[in-house]
């Protein structure tokens, strides 16, 4: 079935996912109803709506060429800002602060765009050029106006998409970007309790961390952590000094004091007295589990971090974190 | 055979902008189920509803692999 640029029938869907099986990538997508995007994760806002048996029964399927079509029909709300990060160091805050005004549609480490993102390793022979338009055909269609007041789109990456900041600038030319880290000791410790899905082998390339194939035999996994998340902060660094457009670094502990005032001046968010009491309410609960008070666990990470952890987190991350906070310190 | 009987009522769904929002509007499971077999066997499309329910289990097991 065939679904052309106009089609009525995908008013109020949204693309939830993009798979690249039998070489061609498809688009399915779901009905979203009156479910915003205010859950920390994209794939929990859609879990949410999962819940209803129409949504979870019915969706349509379309190929990438109907979707970039219909962007060209239907680009969507305008992208104002796309915040990258090295994991573990507030960026789910941030999206709960940007989700937590009802005029922004934020996008938090949505699936469809990490599969576009990556599609050119599992479809070789892939564009850049071509990545960008299913980057923004998928971002344009994730970010209608489904609600009046929605104004504007912000999309917070996963992780391992700083390595792609070049292309994302390409394909948001002009649009401020933020880049979060945090104490690498920190960081470390959160992984080791739970590590995150690019702190294994198998996400990445080795050559996107510099190293061969073969070099990931026998290495910890705490040192292939620390090298990831040295490498991803090396891509935010560099990206930074080599910025066209206006960029900012904010370090966790930063959050609290000047979170509000950097977002507000970097994104031009224009707060009300009401915005503002919208992010104090963000601020004060757990991002990851708004159900739960934020409760600062800088002390408890440092006192729980392993040995080795430490010793990895000393020698890869250090050096590019000291970067960073100079980086940032100069302004 | 009632597996296809859904996969056809799955496409006039589709395609029915009238029929998805009586589905639409209907987010409790039991009445969803009573409504979907319903409309189903208007237009010739018989299931029962422990079938409907082990169509929702597999879309659920698809959709949580789908994110390993």
Redesign the interface.
């Known amino acids: 079935m065939s679904h052309g640029p106009d089609d009525a029938r995908l008013e109020g869907w949204a693309p939830c996912r993009v798979s690249l099986a039998d070489g061609a990538p498809r688009v399915e997508w779901c009905h979203l109803g009156a479910q915003r995007f205010t859950a920390p994760f994209f794939d929990q806002t859609l879990e949410r709506r999962l819940r209803h048996p129409f949504a979870l029964l019915f969706r349509h399927q379309t190929s990438m060429e109907d979707l970039v079509r219909r962007h060209a029909e239907r680009p969507g709300l305008p992208v104002r800002g796309l915040v990258f990060h090295m994991s573990r160091c507030g960026s789910t805050l941030v999206a709960q602060l940007l989700a937590a005004l009802p005029r922004h549609i934020v996008l938090s480490e949505a699936g469809p765009v990490d599969t576009v993102l990556r599609a050119h390793l599992r479809m070789p022979g892939i564009t850049d050029a071509q990545r960008i338009e299913w980057l923004r055909a998928v971002v344009g269609a994730l970010g209608q106006r489904r609600f009046p007041e929605e104004e504007a789109v912000f999309l917070k990456l996963d992780a391992w998409h700083v390595l792609e900041l070049p292309l994302l600038q390409r394909a948001f030319p002009g649009v401020p970007w933020l880049f979060l880290y945090r104490e690498p000791v920190e960081v470390m410790a959160s992984h080791q309790n739970h590590r995150g899905a690019h702190m294994l082998p198998g996400l990445l390339e080795p050559a996107l961390l510099g190293l061969e194939a073969g070099a990931l035999e026998g290495m910890p996994l705490e040192e292939y952590g620390a090298r990831v998340l040295a490498r991803l902060c090396e891509a935010g660094l560099r990206g930074y000094r080599e910025r066209q457009g206006p960029a900012r670094l904010l370090d966790y502990r930063r959050i609290a004091t000047d979170g509000a005032a950097l977002l507000s001046d970097l994104f031009g968010l224009e707060l009300t007295p009401e915005d503002a009491e919208r992010l104090r309410g963000a601020a004060e609960r757990d991002a990851k589990n708004p159900v739960l008070p934020f409760a600062d666990d800088t002390a408890d990470k440092a006192h729980r971090v392993s040995g080795v952890s430490r010793e990895m987190a000393e020698r890869y991350l250090r050096p590019v974190y000291e970067a960073l906070e100079a980086e940032r310190l100069r302004g | 055979m009632p597996l296809e009987d859904f996969e056809r009522f799955?496409r006039l769904?589709?395609?029915d902008?009238t029929l998805?929002e009586a589905?639409?509007a209907?987010?409790d499971?039991p009445a969803?189920?009573a409504l979907?077999r319903r409309l189903g066997a208007e237009r010739g499309c018989h299931f029962t509803e422990e079938e409907l329910r082990e169509?929702?289990r597999a879309?659920?097991r698809t959709?949580l692999e789908?994110?390993i």
């Open positions: 799955r769904v589709l395609e902008v998805q589905l639409k209907t987010a499971v969803f189920l979907a169509t929702m879309a659920r959709w789908s994110w």
